[in-house]
């Protein structure tokens, strides 16, 4: 099955998470199909915390892909995040 969900990168410590489509059979850092998007918990100022392409994962989910809790999560806070980030801009 192929699931959505977070490898973790970065150093010890300092976490940083990329959002990937993945077999659900290999381990968690190991190869990906796809990089969505990147979640980095210790973003501080000007730092991006979460990025995500949208259309990809309405693109996997179309396909029959499937969320982890958390990328779930983090796909739902994309989401609110989105119209703001818009009207802020017009």
């Known amino acids: 099955m192929v699931v959505i969900r977070l490898a973790r990168g970065g150093a010890k410590r300092h976490p940083f998470y990329h959002i990937v489509v993945t077999d659900s059979r290999k381990r968690r850092d190991s190869g ?3 990089r969505l ?3 980095n918990p210790m ?3 000007q730092e991006v915390r979460l990025h995500v392409d949208k259309d990809r994962v309405e693109h996997w989910l179309g396909k029959g892909a499937k969320m982890s809790d958390r ?3 983090l796909w739902k806070q994309a989401k609110k995040a ?3 980030a818009e009207e802020a801009a017009a």
Request: charged share 15%; glycine share 14%; net charge neutral.
């Open 82 to 84: 989105a119209p703001a």
């Open 43 to 45: 973003a501080r100022g």
């Open 32 to 34: 990906y199909i796809e």
């Open 71 to 73: 990328a779930a999560t």
């Open 37 to 39: 998007g990147y979640f």
